[in-house]
């Protein structure tokens, strides 16, 4: 079966090429403030991960929700959501692909 | 540098103080610290008052002149709030330090505050999660207890940590707490009450959290060629660390806060001692987890060694190390602007020789407070002179 992978936006340095996540204001390593949008492959692996069971206000009617920080390529990392289908359980190492984006950021499946 | 102080602490007991408002608190703990160091109030040229969503949870700002006019101190006081999440209060308290140790102040007053149980626990997750990158973080529904749930379940698969290692802090720090009549909970949990209990983020569990608590706690400081005009049992500060860590958990470098690894080593280097000297210890347990991986951070054990060094007793009050014999964040509560003073003036004690849970005879003691997603650590050193 084969699922269509979200991109992941990202911006590069002008003045050193380096990329960062989006939003960057500040090239921590050469100080340029001129970035340029890229885009990386959405595929990655689940570095650690969580699920939240006791939620700030304005998160609760979401509990229980699936978080993880994802390792992307080009070293870069991420906190996403994570949507588990039932019997499904994150692992650290597991590869997830990235399914789509809405106001809570990115979301990842099992991949 | 000139050689600091602490001439006197003050504290409120820690947990749910139902009708004492925020500003009474920090009067009381202030007070009390004024009384204890038997300086005329009127001595103190500045106050630096920690706190960390009184803003956001009981409405009430430019709290340091607030509490500054309730002492009674002189009208040519600085008074400044500082705000570092979890860690305002350490960030108080070195503010303080590094003024005097400068020749700036001969007479400062350090405080911490917090006021929470008015709230809801969703308003005061809410509130806590403001110390989030909002930009890059907030937004996804990450919480504090998530942060730290993001570290145990890296902790376990790098070094093999065991959930059960991870409980022993909650088993340890609550039995130490028995004692303590500052501390909210005061009564024993087993390794099975704390496994069996609700599951708040994965691993964590709820009594591997701290309870949200009111509080505050106070010092004061003065060049130490002149603390004994004030009292026979001065604390020495002899290193004083503050670090920077990452703005965002996906920063982390390893199941590790770079702040508190950073912060450390200043404290240490300017001390002139090494983590194997400190006698007794009061680390930043806002989750179980967390104090496994500030005392690696810090140095006590190797990295990846915490979680079996409680299995092995190494942090209990008659340990290697003996760790929050407060009782801890755990235990105390945790009233976020306040717990770095709070964690100084249980040192203090220990110091003095006054403390409910005494370690024998200690001579070299250290503090060590975190803020946000370890983003920012203070490491206060202290020596009984």
Same mark, same amino acid.
């Given at each position: 079966m084969s699922r269509s992978v979200e991109n992941i936006s990202v911006e590069k340095c002008k003045g050193c090429g380096k990329l960062f996540m989006s939003p960057v204001y500040v090239c921590s390593a050469c100080g340029s403030e001129e970035f340029e949008p890229e885009v990386i492959e959405g595929e990655g692996k689940i570095y650690t991960h969580t699920t939240i069971r006791i939620a700030p206000e304005a998160f609760m +009617?979401?509990?229980p929700y699936h978080l993880a920080i994802v390792e992307l390529p080009h070293n870069l990392r991420l906190t996403a959501r994570i949507d588990l289908k039932e019997g499904e359980k994150m692992e650290i190492g597991r590869p997830v692909s990235c399914i789509r984006k809405d106001d809570v950021g990115y979301w990842f499946e099992l991949r | 540098m000139r050689s600091v102080s602490i001439i006197g602490v003050g504290t409120t007991n820690f947990g749910?103080? &139902? %009708?004492?408002s925020i500003k009474e608190m920090a009067a009381l703990a202030c007070n009390r610290a004024i009384l204890d160091a038997g300086i005329d109030r009127k001595e103190i040229q500045a106050l630096y008052l920690g706190n960390y969503i009184g803003g956001i949870l009981v409405g009430q700002e430019t709290l340091a002149p607030v509490i500054a006019c309730e002492l009674g101190l002189k009208k040519s006081v600085a008074c400044t709030k500082v705000e570092g999440a979890c860690c305002s209060a350490g960030i108080a308290l070195r503010q303080g330090y590094m003024l005097i140790a400068s020749g700036v102040y001969d007479f400062v007053l350090a405080g911490g505050v917090e006021k929470m149980s008015s709230a809801s626990t969703e308003k005061n997750t809410e509130a806590l999660a403001a110390g989030m990158d909002k930009d890059t973080e907030g937004y996804t529904g990450l919480t504090f207890p998530g942060f730290f749930a993001l570290v145990a379940n890296r902790h376990m698969y790098e070094y093999g940590t065991t959930i059960e290692q991870i409980a022993m802090v909650s088993v340890k720090n609550r039995k130490n707490a028995? $004692?303590?009549?500052?501390?909210r909970f005061r009564k024993e949990t087993s390794l099975e009450e704390v496994l069996n209990s609700r599951l708040i983020t994965d691993p964590l569990k709820l009594f591997d959290c701290c309870p949200i608590s009111d509080g505050a706690a106070a010092a004061v400081l003065c060049p130490t060629e002149i603390a004994r005009n004030f009292t026979d049992k001065p604390i020495e500060i002899i290193g004083s660390g503050h670090g920077l860590g990452h703005s965002? /958990?996906? /920063?982390? &470098? =390893?199941? /590790?806060?770079a702040a508190t690894v950073f912060a450390a080593r200043e404290a240490f280097d300017m001390a002139g001692v090494t983590p194997s000297d400190v006698d007794v210890a009061e680390i930043h347990d806002c989750f179980t987890i967390a104090e496994i991986v500030d005392s690696e951070d810090i140095g006590f054990f190797e990295r990846g060694k915490g979680g079996r060094a409680v299995e092995e007793g190494?942090?209990?009050? +008659? =340990? $290697?190390i003996p760790i929050n014999? /407060? %009782?801890g964040l755990l235990s105390k509560g945790h009233p976020v602007g306040a717990t770095g003073l709070g964690q100084v003036y249980e040192i203090v004690r220990q110091l003095r020789g006054e403390h409910e849970n005494q370690v024998k005879d200690p001579e070299i003691g250290l503090a060590m407070n975190l803020g946000a997603t370890g983003l920012v650590s203070t490491v206060t050193i202290m020596r009984r002179i």
């Open positions: +009617d979401q509990v | 749910i103080l &139902e %009708g004492m028995l $004692k303590n009549p500052r501390a965002t /958990s996906y /920063s982390m &470098e =390893g199941p /590790s806060c190494l942090t209990q009050v +008659d =340990g $290697k014999t /407060s %009782g």
